[in-house]
């Protein structure tokens, strides 16, 4: 099954505080609707840039892109 990774981007001096929290309130999605997903958490992409993600089966991709609308996805690695 490929892993797919949803990310939120999140500019500006609060934007890793604004991530943090957004990335509580992903994994609060996921197990309220009995998602089951690898990993949730935030990366520093630059000063000032940070995203939060979360990485579903792909057969649980729709659901969380119709609900919670990502900024983008990309295949999660596999390792």
Known sequence: MRKIKLIWDFR???AQGIAEHH???LGEFALR???SFYEVGTDEAAPQHWMAFVIVEESNMKLLRDALRPHRGVLADTQ
Do not use: D, S, T
């Open 12 to 14: 500006g001096p609060e």
């Open 33 to 35: 609707e009995q998602l």
């Open 23 to 25: 990335a509580i309130h």
